[in-house]
T-cell receptor
Framework: QQQVKQSPQSLIVQKGGISIINCAYE??????FPWYQQFPGKGPALLIA?????SEKKEGRFTISFNKSAKQFSLHIMDSQPGDSATYFC??????????????FGTGTQLKVEL | KAGVTQTPRYLIKTRGQQVTLSCSPI?????VSWYQQTPGQGLQFLFE???????NKGNFPGRFSGRQFSNSRSEMNVSTLELGDSALYLC?????????????FGPGTRLTVL
């Protein structure tokens, strides 16, 4: 119920290409879906996020596509650059009894953008 | 504005020992969450503190505990360390725990249990 399934585990894209990472969730209580980017030796940093009442959100080269009925969402990175090489995590956030929110993360995708 | 800081950054312990990790949230942030990151299990939620109270807890054994101080700084403790506790422990702080707002992560503490 709590899982977020993420694929692929790793991805190699040529510079200028499109990187696509997919996630699927089961918990219908999730009401916020962030994507985090993590570089080696650093903690994850929020990249972009979407709420389930929106089907798409775009920020610069990064776009989230959201399909509520299929319980799937994906991250598209347009014009991928070597500096985008990092690990990407999708997540679902749910309210928790007692207050506050809890993030449930996907297993991560290692993206490498080659020249 | 200073980010989330965690100390120490690296730690080596032996089985059976205990360890305390520290997290200083961003100034003004009152919610602090802890996560364990391992290659096999990914990022897993440990617990969340707000106003010195643990509000949420993940599925970890009682050997994992934490606390939050009045200045919002937080510590987590792991007792009777096991080899499987080797991981990157991440702390995240957020401004408003009642809404869906960004959690800011620290760089983590890399714990190695020998």
């Amino acid at each position: 119920q709590q899982q977020v399934k993420q694929s692929p585990q790793s991805l190699i894209v040529q510079k200028g290409g499109i990187s696509i990472i997919n996630c699927a969730y089961e918990n219908t209580a999730f009401d916020y879906f962030p994507w985090y980017q993590q570089f080696p030796g650093k903690g994850p940093a929020l990249l972009i996020a979407i709420r389930p009442d929106v089907s798409e959100k775009k920020e610069g080269r990064f776009t989230i596509s959201f399909n509520k009925s299929a319980k799937q969402f994906s991250l598209h990175i347009m014009d991928s650059q070597p500096g985008d090489s990092a690990t990407y995590f999708c997540a679902g956030e749910s309210r928790v009894t007692g207050g506050g929110n809890k993030l449930t993360f996907g297993t991560g995708t290692q993206l490498k953008v080659e020249l | 504005k200073a980010g989330v800081t965690q100390t120490p950054r690296y730690l080596i312990k032996t089985r059976g020992q205990q360890v305390t990790l520290s997290c200083s949230p961003i100034s003004g942030h009152r919610s602090v969450s802890w996560y364990q990151q391992t290659p096999g299990q990914g990022l897993q939620f440990l617990f969340e503190y707000f106003s010195e109270t643990q509000r949420n807890k993940g599925n970890f054994p009682g050997r994992f505990s934490g606390r939050q101080f009045s200045n919002s700084r937080s510590e987590m403790n792991v007792s009777t360390l096991e080899l499987g506790d080797s991981a990157l422990y991440l702390c995240a702080s957020s401004l408003d725990p009642s809404g869906s707002v960004e959690q800011f992560f620290g760089p983590g503490t890399r714990l190695t249990v020998l």
